[in-house]
């Protein structure tokens, strides 16, 4: 019996592009003995349209941009559980989904609702680890090192700037990271060393949210580790970032493309280690599951900081997720599987749960 996986990807959100991209290396992995492909396109405007199901790789991304297909409301995915003994819904959702309306709990709600089972994160880790603020907070109760860090809602700001830009001042000082708190991919993140580039960097980060983080800006080296598994989680080797701006803002992620990812990261091994338990911890702070990007500060003096997680990591084959795992043994292939695997047996252990007395 093969598996029948449904591929959800494109997507209201700046990742959009990125996310075809995984969608056509998901596939171009995928062995179609094992798996039958049903896609799902989502439009930037956030219309859900149904391909017809896949057997062979496809060459552009353009093939998996169906806007004039079948237009489907996302609970027409529930016909699939009454269907799936007839052969006719799906085993597994895959949601290749970055950012705002993907990554942040709201299709992992739907799908719950559903109880369908999907990979990787759950509603409460995804939404979680959305939000900078409520992620640093739980890293916090959880012993967690991190930089320096305070927030604002837009009405606070509003209501005083001039206290705003004080308070920042003195809690953090420059220079610091001023952030949306729902975002990723770097949009609306400004570093500041003045209280000029305060005022606008406030001004900028309220555009994208109404609420936004500011944080004590480090010098630092950027390692990331791959976490993989629900219960008994495992690290990857550790990978290096080095962007060639000042910092890994959303054109060196997106559009350069020439930033190096140094894997394993030359780091010593007791600092590896330490970056090992700290992403297990912040995994199981989240309640994660299935997998998670651990993402470091590594100062000179040798201080390790935790920045954030992603709940759902880059995941082209030229990803830092990815490329960590394969280093680690587990290629691309590979990895889908695990990835797969992992999400049915969460999504069969939720099965055993009482819901009554
Ligand atoms: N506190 C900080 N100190 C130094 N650099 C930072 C800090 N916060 C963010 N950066 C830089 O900005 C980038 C994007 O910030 P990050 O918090 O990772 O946002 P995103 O969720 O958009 O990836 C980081 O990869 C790093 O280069
Ligand atoms: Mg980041």
């Keep these: 019996m093969k598996t029948k996986l449904c591929l959800l990807y494109g997507g209201k959100s700046a990742e959009h592009n990125v996310s075809l991209q995984t969608a056509k290396a998901v596939i171009g992995a995928l062995d ?58 799906y085993d597994m959702i895959f949601p290749l989904l ?49 930089v320096n860090y305070t927030w604002f809602i837009r009405s606070t700001w509003k209501a005083n700037e001039e206290q705003a830009y004080e308070s920042v001042e003195k809690e953090i000082g420059y220079p610091c990271f001023v952030k949306p708190a729902n975002l990723g991919s770097s ?35 950027e390692i990331e580790i791959g976490v993989l598994g629900n219960d008994q989680p495992q690290c990857s080797v550790p990978g290096e970032i080095v962007p060639k701006t000042d910092f890994y803002d959303y054109k060196s992620k997106y559009e350069d493309g020439d930033t190096a990812l140094i894997i394993p990261a030359e780091v010593e091994e007791d600092v590896a280690d330490k970056m090992k338990e700290i992403a297990i911890q912040s995994f199981k702070a989240l309640d994660c599951s299935g997998l998670v990007r651990a993402d470091f500060f590594l100062t000179e003096d040798g201080r390790i900081y935790m920045n954030e997680v992603n709940t759902m990591p880059g995941f082209t084959p030229y990803s ?21 695997d992992l999400g049915l047996e969460r999504y069969q252990e939720k099965q055993t749960i009482k819901h009554t007395m």
């Design 320 to 340: 830092m997720f990815p490329l960590l795992w394969k280093h680690t043994g587990v290629d691309y292939p590979t990895l889908i599987g695990k990835l797969v």
């Design 98 to 146: 970055h950012g705002p309306n993907g990554e942040d709990g709201t299709v992992q709600g739907m799908l719950e609702l559903l109880n369908l089972p999907y990979v990787g994160n759950g509603v409460l880790a995804s939404s979680a680890g959305m939000d900078k603020v409520i992620m640093k907070n739980l890293f916090a109760q959880a012993g967690i090192p991190q």
């Design 187 to 221: 949009v609306g993140i400004s570093k500041c060393s003045s209280r000029d580039e305060l005022a606008k960097a406030f001004q900028e980060a309220f555009q994208f949210d109404r609420k936004i983080i500011i944080e004590e800006g480090v010098k630092a080296r």
């Design 32 to 89: 179609l003995n094992k798996f039958d492909i049903h896609p799902i396109f989502i439009s930037t405007e956030g219309e859900w349209m149904k391909g017809p199901q896949l057997n062979a790789p496809v060459k552009d991304v353009k093939e998996l941009q169906f806007n004039n297909g079948e237009e489907i409301s996302p609970n027409a995915l529930s016909t699939s559980i009454s269907s799936s003994e007839k052969g006719e819904g």
